[in-house]
């Protein structure tokens, strides 16, 4: 067999190394993203909790740090010349960054304002001192747990309107230790949509949960539409593919839902 030259073999692992490297920096891009959206995603679906303003803090620094990292990783991708990248690797890093940026605004605002939920407000002059059981303390404390049993996200959809109503309602309005801050916090959360057009108008204190509740309800409860949806939905039913279990489920739920209305 033909040997190598010194020279080809040098060139050889010259051309390993680049190729390593040029792999290197799409996976190490492709490993921040996917963990800077892990990390938003277990954010944005975890339960509500009892959490302390200093844990707060450091899930701020946390998704802070994620997103400088994958920066980083993502200027490295734009730096690399293209004739060393595959096709539409930059177009596609890109378009991936931009998802991150969403979640990234999405995922610091919920944070934040969670913070100035936990957060005691500062009083000018200092409260006079009260002394207090540790029963007591509790019970006055600020509170965005919430059963386990939650409500679905509401779209805007009038079909949907008195199921998420009720369970909006037992959920939350009916929580004896939620401040009228924190159910309108929730409700920018269970509301997407049309509807969450609506409750994003109002500005996150006590004074506008019962306004952006009264704007939902008047937008929603309007008697004709309500009557006229359920008809419609009713009228144009779709046809029964198999005969399966949830065939039936999902038939027998959107009946119940249009008569409950």
Same mark, same amino acid.
């Given at each position: 067999? $033909?040997?190598? /030259?010194?020279?080809?073999?040098?060139?050889?692992k010259? %051309? /390993? $190394?680049?190729?390593r490297s !040029?792999d290197?920096?799409?996976s !190490?891009?492709? *490993?921040?993203s996917?963990?800077?959206i892990r990390?938003?995603?277990?954010?944005?679906?975890?339960?509500i909790?009892?959490i302390t303003?200093?844990?707060?803090n450091?899930?701020?620094?946390s998704?802070?740090?994620l997103?400088?990292?994958?920066?980083? +990783?993502?200027?490295?991708v734009?730096?690399?010349?293209?004739?060393?990248?595959p096709? &539409?690797?930059k177009?596609?890093?890109? +378009?991936?960054?931009?998802n991150?940026?969403?979640q990234y605004?999405?995922? !610091? %605002?919920m944070?934040?304002?969670q913070i100035?939920l936990?957060?005691?407000?500062?009083? /000018?002059? =200092?409260?006079?001192?009260?002394v *207090?059981? #540790?029963?007591?303390?509790?019970?006055?404390?600020?509170y965005?747990?919430?059963? +386990?049993c939650? *409500?679905?996200?509401?779209?805007?959809?009038?079909?949907?309107?008195p199921?998420?109503?009720?369970?909006? /309602?037992a959920?939350?309005?009916?929580h004896? $230790?939620?401040? #009228?801050?924190?159910?309108?916090?929730?409700l920018r959360?269970?509301? $997407?949509?049309e509807? %969450?057009?609506?409750?994003?108008?109002f500005?996150?204190?006590?004074? &506008?949960?019962k306004? +952006?509740w009264e704007a939902?309800v008047?937008?929603?409860e309007?008697?004709? @539409?309500m009557?006229?949806? =359920?008809?419609?939905?009713?009228?144009?039913? =779709?046809?029964i593919?198999?005969?399966?279990s949830?065939?039936f489920? &999902?038939?027998?739920?959107? @009946?119940?839902?249009?008569?409950? @209305?």
């Open positions: 067999d $033909k040997q190598s /030259t010194p020279a080809e073999a040098t060139r050889s010259h %051309g /390993t $190394k680049q190729k !040029k290197h920096i799409i !190490k891009f492709i *490993t921040e996917d963990s800077f990390y938003c995603t277990r954010f944005q679906t975890s339960p909790t009892d303003e200093s844990v707060l450091i899930k701020l620094e998704v802070n740090n997103w400088a990292r994958l920066l980083t +990783a993502y200027d490295t734009l730096d690399t010349d293209d004739a060393e990248l096709e &539409n690797t177009a596609s890093a890109t +378009a991936k960054c931009d991150c940026r969403d605004e999405l995922t !610091k %605002g944070i934040t304002e100035s936990v957060r005691p407000s500062r009083a /000018t002059t =200092p409260p006079p001192r009260v *207090t059981t #540790q029963k007591e303390d509790l019970d006055k404390g600020m965005l747990k919430v059963p +386990a939650d *409500t679905e996200v509401f779209n805007g959809c009038y079909d949907q309107w199921s998420f109503r009720d369970m909006f /309602t959920v939350y309005i009916n004896p $230790k939620l401040s #009228q801050a924190q159910k309108l916090y929730h959360y269970k509301t $997407k949509g509807a %969450g057009s609506i409750v994003k108008q500005a996150l204190n006590d004074e &506008n949960f306004l +952006a939902l008047e937008g929603y309007n008697e004709r @539409v009557i006229e949806n =359920p008809i419609k939905i009713l009228l144009h039913l =779709p046809k593919q198999q005969e399966t949830q065939e489920q &999902n038939l027998h739920s959107t @009946v119940t839902n249009c008569l409950s @209305v």
